[in-house]
């Protein structure tokens, strides 16, 4: 896997002598102006402390940059500069290419040959695995509407019930999670769901028991926000299938 590297917002916050919270707020705004669905934790991650609160947020080169943009011209200096230190300190630990087979003895060629065609085979089984299940998700990345929790979960494979337990599961970082109950039980989406376009929230009216006239929150699913789900599902599962 590879590893991005990352800054957080403490490491900004001090570079450009800016209140810890006011880069917060930065970065909140600079994530709702891009609203790029395909983002995700090698992207972006929200660091979050015992009591559920934000604690830093960690960003890739590109969102590092993009906020700097708007500070001064020296605050921008440093934090490229810090970037530049990241880079090498990255490259200084990367592992070392390995030497090439000696072609001219017979049977370390016939080795490298063996290796590589086990290595094409592997890599076109992959791709004929996968492809059935990109084609999937962008037929519904393409589709037009958004969806109930129930339709939502039939598309995605996982009966209703589990598909909101995951939806909330509250022993995920928030960055993971889609949904949560409000004080009455009430399913809400995150608003960090709708800024990105993966989800809809709308006060719906209708007649209570009681006779009189209420409102309640029906979140929904864009098709981009199905096919973000479908995703990292099949992330976590391809990790369940990994060896120990």
Not at 70 to 78: A, D, Q, T
């Amino acid at each position: 896997m590879q590893n991005v590297k990352t800054m957080s917002s403490r490491e900004i916050a001090t570079l450009t002598k800016k209140d810890h919270s006011h880069v917060i707020r930065d970065i909140r705004s600079m994530l709702s102006q891009i609203d790029d669905p395909n983002m995700d934790d090698t992207d972006f991650k929200e660091v979050f402390d015992g009591r559920g609160y934000t604690s830093e947020i960690n960003l890739n080169k590109d969102l590092t940059l993009t906020l700097v943009a708007g500070y001064n011209s020296r605050f921008r200096y440093l934090v490229i500069k810090r970037w530049q230190e990241l880079e090498q300190q990255a490259q200084a630990s990367s592992p070392v290419t390995p030497a090439l087979p000696n072609f001219t003895n017979p049977a370390d060629a016939a080795i490298a040959w063996a290796e590589e065609y086990k290595a094409k085979e592997a890599a076109q089984a992959q791709v004929t695995e996968l492809k059935p299940k990109a084609e999937a998700l962008a037929r519904i990345s393409s589709s037009k509407g958004a969806t109930g929790i129930r339709d939502t979960a039939k598309a995605v494979g996982m009966r209703q019930n589990d598909f909101v337990a995951w939806c909330v599961d509250d022993t995920k970082p928030m960055s993971r999670r889609f949904m949560y109950r409000d004080d009455r039980g009430v399913l809400n989406a995150y608003s960090h769901r709708t800024s990105a376009g993966l989800m809809t929230q709308k006060l719906q009216s209708f007649v209570g028991h009681d006779g009189r006239d209420r409102a309640e929150p029906r979140v929904k699913f864009t098709p981009a926000g199905v096919a973000k789900i479908a995703e990292m599902l099949e992330k976590e599962r391809n990790k369940e299938l990994e060896p120990m």
